[in-house]
Structures are given as structure tokens and as C-alpha cells.
């Protein structure tokens, strides 16, 4: 059970992931890379912002390149990434094949010290999967339209980066949650630059357009990195990678509730196809084996 409390946590990370969608509609029409330096910058303040009253936090950015080079490639390059593949290749797509992280996490979770891949948490990411894609086909066929684009090529990328990072994560339990920070502020900067080199730059209009930038840089992009490496460092590797098909439902029902979608009947079965899947992942955390009696437990030491 001593992992439970830290999986909640990482689940926290996909609830709020849930508001980035609607979050980045709401915000207008500022560029991508822009848009990303702006919330990246906010999402590093959120951390950093306890520094003054924590004097050993800003010690705890003294850390090995690798950690650094982890980080940079899980945030910066994945984001980055990402955008060029939504730009270079139908976006439905690119969701399906970068979904595909979730299903890496559990598979490469199996490679980690003290994990075992089994059958539950291979039928619980399996109905997650096919959630997630009947969520985002709308229950339509699934192909590439168009065939093979570079975008896609990109978009696989993507899922083995944040994959590879969430799981390596692990190994890196020591590194304290604060260098998330550090990882926010350095793909603030590349973004910028991004940004000044192949875009022109576009201010939000409105008020709302400016408290939509805020949320997210705050919120999915900042509250949401840091209990994501909470959870993925110290909570249960796999049953946060079935969990996170909830993210792609999730997304949907905000909007629905938000009137930016309609409802159709692929979020209900999606809802039921995921939700299974996660209950059935997780059962050994919703189950927990009873301790064994004390004299097998002695008998067991004594062999």
C-alpha cells in the first residue's frame, strides 16, 4: 500500500492534463512555440516560487547531466516534437500513434528493478487502448488517409520520449521533484527561440484569451509535471500507464461540458472500455494481498 498514496498522485497529473485541450482553444490564436515558451515560463515559476522559503531547493538543481538530458528530452523535445507533428500531419493521427505511450510505460516498466509485468496490467492498458482510440476516431475506422507522412514518423517518436522519460524516471527516484522546474524553464528557452526563429508573434486579445494562458501554464503545465514525476518516481509505474487513457477521455468530456464538442456515442463506450481497464490494472492496489499468517511468514525466511 505504500505505493498507492504516490499513484494517486500521478493520476492528479492526468486529471488536470484533462483541461489542456480546452485550455489551449481558449487561448487563442498565439503560435505554438510561443504559446509554449509563455506556459513552460509559468510552469517553472510555479515551482521555483517556493525556492526563497526552501533554501536547500535551489541546491537540488545540482545534478548529474544525465538527469538534466532526461528531463530536457521529456519535456523540451517531446513538446516540441509533438507540435511538428500535428503541423506536418492529420492531427487525429498524430493523437493515435503519440497514445501510444501509455502502452510503452508498461511494457518498459516490466525492464525496472522490482517490477513484473502481468497479465492484468496487460488487459487493463489493452481495453485502455482501445478506449482511447474509439475516443478519438469517434468510432470511425482507423488508417493513415493520407499515407505515411513525416509527421507520423514524428508523432511514434513521441510516444517512445515520453514513455522512455516517465519510466526512467524511476531510476532517478533520489532527484528531488524540484528539477522539474529546472526542466520547465530550459524548454521555456528553446521554445523562445523556436519561436523568434520560425513564427511571428501573436498577443493574446482578450482577457479571457490572457486567464487562459495563465491556467495552463499553471495548471496541466506546471502543477501537472510535478505530480506526474511524484508518481512516476515512487508510485506504481504500470498502473499509471493504463490510467492515463483516461487523459484522451477526460479532455473530451471537458469540452463537452465546456460546449467546444457534442456528445456522440463513442465517449460513453470509451468511458466503459477504459475505465475497465484501469480497475482491472490496478486490482492488486484496490485488492491488496492479505499478509501471510506469522508462522508461514517464518517458515518462508527460515527456506
Do not use: N
Request: hydrophobic share 55%; charged share 10%.
Amino acid at each position: 500500500m505504500t505505493r498507492t498514496l504516490p499513484t494517486l498522485i500521478g493520476f492528479a497529473a492526468i486529471l488536470t492534463w484533462s483541461v489542456l485541450a480546452l485550455l489551449s482553444a481558449a487561448a487563442g490564436p498565439v503560435p505554438p512555440f510561443q504559446l509554449t515558451a509563455m506556459t513552460f515560463l509559468l510552469g517553472g515559476l510555479v515551482g521555483a516560487a517556493s525556492w526563497p522559503f526552501r533554501p536547500g531547493a535551489v541546491a537540488s538543481l545540482r545534478q548529474p547531466w544525465q538527469v538534466w538530458a532526461l528531463g530536457t528530452a521529456g519535456l523540451c523535445i517531446y513538446h516540441c516534437a509533438y507540435f511538428f507533428a500535428i503541423q506536418s500531419a492529420p492531427p487525429v493521427e498524430v493523437s493515435l500513434i503519440a497514445y501510444l505511450w501509455p502502452l510503452l510505460i508498461v511494457v518498459f516498466a516490466a525492464f525496472l528493478p522490482g517490477e513484473r509485468l502481468k497479465a492484468h496490467h496487460v488487459a487493463g492498458v489493452a481495453l485502455g487502448l482501445i478506449g482511447a482510440l474509439v475516443v478519438i476516431t469517434k468510432g470511425g475506422s482507423v488508417g493513415l488517409a493520407g499515407g505515411l507522412r513525416t509527421g507520423h514518423v514524428i508523432a511514434l517518436a513521441c510516444a517512445f520520449i515520453w514513455s522512455g522519460y516517465s519510466v526512467l524516471s524511476r531510476r532517478f527516484g533520489q532527484v528531488p521533484t524540484d528539477v522539474v522546474a529546472g526542466y520547465c524553464l530550459v524548454t521555456a528557452a528553446v521554445a523562445f527561440v523556436l519561436h523568434l526563429a520560425l513564427e511571428p508573434t501573436v498577443w493574446p486579445e482578450t482577457a479571457l484569451q490572457w486567464a487562459a494562458i495563465v491556467a495552463l501554464g499553471t495548471i496541466p503545465l506546471g502543477v501537472g509535471f510535478y505530480l506526474w514525476d511524484h508518481g512516476c518516481k515512487h508510485g506504481d509505474i504500470m498502473i499509471l500507464g493504463a490510467m492515463s487513457y483516461a487523459g484522451p477521455l477526460f479532455s473530451v468530456i471537458v469540452l463537452l461540458l465546456a460546449g467546444y464538442a457534442t456528445f456522440h456515442w463513442s465517449v460513453a463506450l470509451a468511458c466503459v472500455l477504459i475505465v475497465a481497464g484501469a480497475l482491472i490494472a490496478s486490482k492488486e492496489m484496490l485488492r491488496p494481498r492479505p499478509a501471510p499468517p506469522p508462522a508461514e511468514a517464518g517458515a518462508r525466511r527460515a527456506s
